[in-house]
């Protein structure tokens, strides 16, 4: 499973600069700001995502969909809990995976296993059969909140 350690931070920086979002790495076995499951799983609090070297990838890339796709008005009050409902659940599902191949060393396909191992679920057993014939409504909603563009792009906007 890749971490936070294993990839150059200034990738990840890069990455939520472009949607001026903010990344914090915390100490080692610090309790992580803002995070849900706990352990070495991100967190959120308003625009920053909270993580630690040995947070994983997939959590980091979760965690930051979530900021992208919720209202501005969520976003302005988030500590922790990112709430939403199932589809918005999904698109931020679709959308970490489209942002893996945004981060250099990491790309989908690996996202996609590193998903299946910590046990993401989905109807068709694995997140590669979901994404690819199962995740039109999730990219829709992405498409449709100008999130993604109609070539399946990230545009770097958050959601208003």
Known sequence: MLRVADIEQHSIEALLGQYRLRLVVEKDRAE??????GDSEAGIVGTTVFVRRDTPIHSL????GHLICMTAERRAGLDRDAGGDDLEEAAVCYLQVIL???LDGVGRQR???DMDSWGYSFRLGNTRDWFDTDADDAQE???????LNAAGLPTFKLRQ
């Open 61 to 64: 890339l979760h965690e930051t």
């Open 141 to 147: 909603f992405l498409k449709n909140h100008g999130l």
């Open 111 to 113: 996202l996609m296993l």
């Open 100 to 102: 893996a191949d945004e």
């Open 32 to 37: 992580i700001t803002g995070s849900f499951w």
